[in-house]
């Protein structure tokens, strides 16, 4: 079986260095992500494929760890790709540490938390690089914009939503920890002067927390750009990402600073809808590259098995067809009404066979639901389809009855359901990628299972008369 799992990149709004030194700093995760494929093998070694990370030592020390921690002597094939490269500057090692991890744990069955991820990808971040404070495995781990403090010692949710940023590739790719000893050393060299100055942008973090919660951008822009003055004074900036800032900001935005340890890679801007392409051609003109994306990004996650290309028969409601269409756009589309089956199976006793969904699936992921479900493929009865999904999701074959056939309307979908119903007492062939378990459940403790019910067993189960 192959696990996909992905994180965030990030940018760091503000607190830049000075994060390293017990100081708070604000980060937020980015939608473009770093993905990895995980799968067990029977080679002697583990092999690692990972084409757009800086190196695969992260992936390494992430499998060695784990396997030290929960003994494990099985050998593993790590994929990795991304939405981007290691050479813009997003976190690309944090992300694939942090997905590593995910992977593995979801692989094995270890039930790590995320904060636990958090730890261990941490642990592979200084040993690898030798220094950091751990912002960017916070943002690749929670995702959302995040209030930190070095090593994790206060990890907050701010209530914000997608931030109106541009960012801007000043196209040289930073060595962030030479940044990281550059500052080191001063510090160590003027520890009273980098104090007050880390303090001045610790101040401003503070300051930039309340205003994000208040959505007060122009006074958030001004922060921003102030950080960016001291962060010239610490040393850390280039000519290059001095110019994209005082640029942006003449274009008309809020407020602009580099992002990350310096010496290139990205900045942002912050601006409002009628000054963005000013700002971005601003960005270009300066010899940048716009990079387009999304913040407040969701965290590490599972990426479904479920082909969201998949083609639906979509119906009126008389059942007419009058369209095909993909798994994703019926999913996001009430009016798009798609053929759909259920089968539930009793045995001897009279119980009713639950099937629990797989941690994969893109729809209502780990609850419990009928026999066997899916949706009808183009050219194929609800029938073929029902005795289709029963055999492909749990190793059944069996004679079927039909129940029932309803419109089911949900939050974001709208089904055409057919019920189907058979006598089965076992044994089962579950498809992991599909089925976590199967259990027979008498008919009078149905009820008990409601909080844990996906909406086509409540919906299969009322027309039964079991609830």
């Known amino acids: 079986m192959t696990i996909k799992i992905s994180a965030p990149g990030k940018l760091l709004l503000l607190g830049d260095h000075a994060v390293v030194y017990d100081y708070p700093c604000i980060v937020t995760a980015v939608d473009k992500r770093l993905y990895v494929e995980a799968e067990i093998t029977d080679k002697k070694e583990d092999e690692i494929i990972s084409p757009q990370v800086k190196e695969s030592r992260f992936v390494l020390e992430s499998i060695a760890h784990f396997k030290e921690k929960f003994k494990i002597n099985k050998s593993v094939r790590i994929t990795t790709k991304g939405d981007f490269s290691h050479s813009v500057g997003l976190g690309s090692s944090s992300a694939v540490t942090v997905a590593t991890y995910k992977a593995l744990n979801e692989l094995f069955r270890t039930d790590l938390t995320?904060?636990?991820?958090?730890?261990?990808?941490?642990?592979?971040?200084?040993?690898?690089?030798?220094?950091?404070?751990?912002?960017?495995?916070?943002?690749?781990?929670y995702g959302g914009t995040l209030y930190f403090l070095?090593?994790?010692?206060?990890?907050?949710?701010?209530?914000?939503?997608?931030?109106?940023?541009?960012?801007?590739?000043?196209g040289i790719k930073a060595d962030t920890p030479f940044y990281v000893r550059k500052v080191a050393e001063a510090f160590r060299t003027?520890?009273?002067?980098?104090?007050?100055l880390f303090s001045q942008i610790?101040?401003?973090?503070?300051?930039?927390?309340?205003?994000?919660?208040q959505k007060n951008y122009s006074k958030l822009g001004k922060l921003m750009t102030q950080n960016h003055r001291l962060l010239q004074e610490l040393g850390v900036s280039t000519p290059k990402l001095d110019e994209m800032v005082d640029v942006?900001?003449?274009?008309?935005?809020?407020?602009?600073?580099?992002s990350g340890a310096g010496g290139g890679d990205c900045m942002i801007a912050l601006v409002s809808p009628e000054k963005r392409?000013?700002?971005?051609?601003?960005?270009?003109?300066?010899?940048?590259?716009?990079?387009?994306?999304?913040?407040?990004?969701?965290?590490?996650?599972?990426?479904?098995?479920?082909?969201?290309?998949?083609?639906?028969?979509?119906?009126?409601?008389d059942n007419n067809i009058i369209n095909y269409n993909t798994r994703y756009e019926c999913h996001h589309d009430k009016n798009l009404i798609h053929r759909a089956t259920g089968v539930v199976l009793f045995n001897q006793k009279g119980e009713v066979l639950l099937q629990k969904r797989s941690r994969f699936k893109d729809k209502h992921p780990n609850l419990y639901t009928i026999s066997a479900s899916g949706h009808v493929g183009k050219g194929e009865t609800a029938l073929e389809c029902a005795k289709r999904e029963l055999f492909e999701e749990i190793g059944v074959r069996t004679e079927l009855k039909f129940l029932k056939q309803f419109i089911a309307e949900r939050s974001t979908e709208t089904e055409m359901d057919f019920l189907y119903t058979g006598k089965y007492e076992g044994p089962f062939?579950?498809?992991?990628?599909?089925?976590?378990?199967?259990?027979?459940?008498?008919?009078?403790?149905?009820?008990?299972?409601?909080?844990?019910?996906?909406?086509?067993?409540?919906?299969?189960?009322?027309?039964?008369?079991?609830?």
């Not at 610790?202 to 300051?207: G, I, K, P, Y």
């Not at 942006?248 to 580099?258: D, E, N, Q, R």
């Not at 716009?290 to 990426?303: K, T």
């Not at 199967?438 to 079991?466: M, T």
């Open 114 to 141: 995320n904060k636990q991820i958090f730890d261990l990808s941490y642990q592979v971040n200084l040993e690898v690089q030798g220094v950091g404070s751990g912002f960017d495995i916070a943002a690749a781990t």
């Open 150 to 170: 070095t090593g994790g010692k206060k990890i907050e949710s701010l209530p914000t939503e997608n931030l109106p940023l541009v960012v801007g590739y000043s």
């Open 190 to 196: 003027k520890k009273d002067a980098m104090h007050r």
């Open 202 to 213: 610790a101040t401003l973090v503070e300051s930039a927390k309340k205003e994000i919660s």
């Open 248 to 258: 942006t900001i003449k274009a008309g935005a809020y407020g602009a600073k580099l």
């Open 277 to 317: 392409k000013a700002v971005e051609q601003a960005i270009v003109n300066a010899g940048g590259e716009v990079i387009v994306v999304d913040n407040h990004a969701e965290g590490v996650r599972i990426e479904t098995t479920d082909d969201q290309n998949e083609i639906f028969v979509v119906v009126d409601h």
């Open 429 to 467: 062939k579950i498809n992991e990628t599909e089925v976590e378990e199967v259990r027979f459940v008498p008919k009078n403790e149905i009820r008990n299972y409601l909080p844990k019910l996906a909406p086509l067993a409540v919906e299969s189960f009322k027309r039964l008369n079991l609830i």
